[in-house]
């Protein structure tokens, strides 16, 4: 019985990680927005036709050894980023929803004014 409850618990956890890569290759081909806040260098693929965003941390960073910490931040770390880049966008604009992606990716669902 409890070897079923932990297949069970694999096939989830497994099919939660397939739909978040699959989230991911849906912004393959949105040209991204280099964005700098007063702490992180952050890349954001915006796709303003469905009110939904990725953020993630620039190839820079991504790349440095520094990357590791940035898996660990909490969501409001990354919503106040997004939330400051759509504001900078002169759009008037509010997070709905969030959610991880992978390490270190967030995708923000957004509604604007």
Known sequence: ???RQV????????????AALDTV????H???ADYKDGRDDWRIFDKPSEGRLMITYNVERAAGP?????TNL???RF???VEA????????CRITNGYPLVSAQWEFKYSCA
């Open 1 to 3: 019985m409890i070897a």
């Open 7 to 18: 297949g069970v618990w694999l096939c989830f956890l497994a099919l939660a990680g397939c």
């Open 25 to 28: 290759t849906q912004y393959s």
């Open 30 to 32: 949105v040209k991204f």
């Open 66 to 70: 520094a990357f590791g910490q940035g």
């Open 74 to 76: 909490p969501k409001p």
């Open 79 to 81: 919503q106040n980023a």
């Open 85 to 92: 880049w759509l504001t900078s966008t002169g759009r008037m």
